[in-house]
């Protein structure tokens, strides 16, 4: 095979680049692309309203949000990207929890208890990386299944042996 890549050889299928730069562009495309997708919602996850604060938009924040960056960094990244996805929430969340004193809290708000908000951190990362899984499915989909390659199984055939069917007993 030597150094080339054989599409139909390969576990993972094709890639485009090095794991180290796939995961890079993963992060960050995955970091920005939840903090934008938070802030068109205006949800601030770690701020509590009351009852007010669960709307629509915090129910999308909550759940689709990173079901959705999981999918774009799971094909971004490809095989691996369900464990990669954990990781642009956490950073992204972790960031705004911490800076919290540059922002204004909201009449009424009030900052989440550290407990409470690591259960959200941790239903964040679980979701993004729901969508890791399918975005490496639909990556492996893409350029490894079906590509008209007849994958045979990984074992020989087994020899005959003597062996009476009807009785059940090696002869």
Known sequence: MGNKQNKSASAVGYTWAPYWMRGSI?????????EGS?????VHLEFFTGLSGFNFSWILGMSLVPVAVGVVIGLI????????AHFPPALVMLWH???VDFAELPAGAHLLPWGMWIMFVILQMEFCAIGGFIG???IRKRHAWDNGTVHLADSEALPEDDFDSNSGKSV
């Open 136 to 138: 490496e499915i639909l």
């Open 26 to 34: 993963a992060f960050v495309v995955g970091g920005v692309l939840y």
């Open 77 to 84: 990244y490809g095989f691996g990207g369900k464990y990669l």
């Open 97 to 99: 929890f911490q800076h």
């Open 38 to 42: 938070m802030r068109l919602l205006g």
